[in-house]
């Protein structure tokens, strides 16, 4: 069945430092992807997404390229901030259908100063 | 303000009292669905709700129970809690065309 694989966290890095959170996932057809950010004590916001090949999405300073030929969509971001320390959940939505999402399990990022 | 509204923020119960964790939104979206979070098992679909009076189960409905009276409302309900439902609990909603999902701030269950 379709699945979303993300990076074990926590990643910790340091402040100002390049970002890459792995996705990659299992799905038939062209699914759309999402990232979402989890703030501590805070619900799941959405940061970006992808609905076809080759799209990138972008918002706040992170990016992420749909890769059909690998299956993957990982974010980056240039220069991380303390402030982008939050757990970062991907996910896809299936071809054909209108709302369910399949989740990954989360990275937790934390950003040292 | 576009938003869900989940309540209460926390809550910590004794087993077996019934309790009702309540969720409204104000976008007139048609899906709703709830989640729980724990640790090492990220988000894990408990019910979800097409449309007014369409309900469906997700992956962890044992315990649980939903009602979708009306469009903004979607109610999650544990008739006899029990210890492994303490979790970290989500509602959602999205529009048609899955233009991604709106969640409520979340609600913090114990039972002891």
């Known amino acids: 069945g379709d699945s979303v694989t993300q990076m074990e966290g926590p990643v910790t890095l340091s402040e100002e430092a390049f970002l890459t959170i792995n996705c990659t996932y299992t799905a038939t057809g062209y699914p759309s992807l999402f990232w979402y950010v989890q703030y501590p004590g805070e619900g799941l916001q959405l940061l970006l997404k992808?609905?076809?090949a080759d799209d990138k999405g972008s918002n706040k300073g992170f990016e992420a390229t749909y890769r059909k030929e690998t299956t993957s969509f990982h974010l980056e971001k240039g220069s991380v901030q303390v402030s982008d320390s939050a757990v970062y959940f991907c996910a896809l939505r299936r071809a054909g259908s209108n709302y369910q999402l399949i989740w990954g399990a989360g990275t937790k990022l934390i950003i040292k100063p | 303000e576009a938003q869900v509204t989940q309540n209460p923020r926390y809550l910590i119960t004794v087993t077996g009292k019934k309790l009702t964790v309540t969720c409204s939104q104000n976008?007139?979206?048609?899906?709703m669905s709830w989640y729980r979070q724990d640790p090492g098992l990220g988000l894990r679909q408990i019910y979800y709700s097409m449309n007014v009076e369409v309900t469906d189960k997700g992956d962890v409905p044992e315990g649980y129970k939903v009602s979708r009276k009306e469009k903004r409302n979607f109610p999650l309900i544990l008739e006899s809690p029990s210890p492994n439902q303490t979790s970290l609990y989500f509602c959602a909603s999205s529009q048609q065309g899955g233009y991604g999902y709106t969640f409520g701030s979340g609600t913090r269950l114990t039972v002891v």
């Open positions: 976008m007139n979206h048609e899906y």
């Open positions: 992808a609905t076809k």
